[in-house]
């Protein structure tokens, strides 16, 4: 029996349209999800029309619901187990998803808001991790309105890190200090004193000026590139005391940390906000929000399949 998912499709407004797909096979390893929500990344509007996601091939990454089918060698959690799960293809009414990509969904977490860790939550987590956070440091977070940059500030601020938030305009502002945000900043302009990390997902010149702020022996994080503006490094800019500029990328398995971000969600000291809800019907609205930078933390999307 065919489901139903949200394919990418560029005739498309926003190069996305629902349709039917062949009900997915579970392999070795995997258990069948029943999907009731899904959350929409800045990514997931990339791969759309970039090709990373093929034509008529299912979008997403982040998907939350019910396993309504045990892996076959006995791994992974039991029919009727809520999950979280980061997989590609996740927006469909059923996915086949490897037991290693997935955490179960605590009590007390509504799968609305376990729906919106894994992609923003996971690249917070680990780009801080990568980049050596420790309690007194001073953490730049840029995009910090947005998916990846509320966790990051929330995360820096249990860390015991001193988090200086940047934001595109006073109304994105709204809800940072409460996040954990020691400063919030619009732009870069006027900080002035060295940081030891950034989490950069803006790119173009803010990362010029995050670089030029970072101390000797601190880390910029590169996780985004919302700005879609070249970065032009002067010359000499890159010369000097050793620090770092590393890509990142989210590898690897993600159910441990998804998990560890899942508990923390349920416990309440992790907030998720969310900043637009509803069926999945209305992708386009979803899409032109999170594009317009009309969401506050995340997008998520209600399915109406057997997961609910
Ligand atoms: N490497 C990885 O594994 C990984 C994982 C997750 C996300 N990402 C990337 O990280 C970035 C952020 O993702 P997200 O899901 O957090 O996105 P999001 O929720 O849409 O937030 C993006 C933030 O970027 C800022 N922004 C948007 N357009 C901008 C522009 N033209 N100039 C300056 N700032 C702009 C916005 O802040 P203001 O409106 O306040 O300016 C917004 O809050 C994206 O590039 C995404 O692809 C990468």
Redesign the pocket.
């Known amino acids: 029996m065919p489901v139903r998912a949200l394919v990418v499709d560029p005739s498309a407004p926003t190069a996305v349209r629902l349709a039917e797909v062949p009900d997915p096979v579970a392999g070795p390893g995997q258990v069948l999800v029943g999907v009731s929500h899904v959350s929409l990344?800045?990514?997931d509007l990339?791969d759309a029309r970039s090709g990373r996601v093929p034509v008529g091939a299912v979008l997403g990454s982040d998907a939350a619901g019910v396993v309504v089918q045990a892996a076959g060698d006995g791994t992974g959690p039991a029919v009727g187990t809520r999950v979280v799960a980061l997989t590609s293809g996740a927006f469909a009414e059923r996915v086949a998803i490897n037991v290693h990509a997935l955490a179960e969904t605590p009590k007390g977490l509504e799968p609305a808001h376990a729906v919106a860790l894994p992609?923003?939550g996971?690249?917070a987590l680990r780009s801080l991790r990568a980049a050596g956070l420790g309690p007194g440091k001073r953490v730049l977070i840029?995009?910090?309105?947005?998916?990846?940059?509320r966790f990051a500030v929330q995360l820096a601020a249990r860390a015991g890190a001193h988090v200086i938030a940047s934001?595109?305009?006073a109304i994105?502002a709204a809800g940072l200090a409460e996040a954990g945000a020691d400063e919030v900043l619009i732009g870069l302009e006027g900080l002035r004193r060295p940081v030891d990390v950034v989490i950069d997902?803006?790119?173009?010149p803010?990362l010029v000026v995050a670089w030029n702020l970072l101390a000797p022996g601190g880390s910029v994080q590169s996780?985004?590139?919302?700005?879609?503006?070249p970065a032009v490094f002067p010359p000499y800019t890159t010369v000097g005391p050793a620090k770092s500029l590393t890509s990142?990328?989210?590898e690897g398995e993600v159910g441990a940390d998804l998990a560890v971000l899942a508990d923390l969600a349920a416990e309440g000291a992790v907030a998720v906000e969310i900043g637009w809800q509803g069926s999945w019907e209305r992708f386009d609205e979803a899409a032109e929000a999170?594009?317009g930078?009309r969401?506050a933390?995340?997008a998520v999307l209600e399915v109406a399949g057997e997961g609910r």
């Open positions: 990344n800045y990514g990339n992609v923003a996971l690249a840029t995009g910090a309105s947005g998916g990846v940059g934001v595109g305009s994105r997902s803006v790119g173009g803010q996780v985004g590139w919302t700005s879609g503006e990142f990328v989210i999170l594009r930078r969401v933390g995340k």
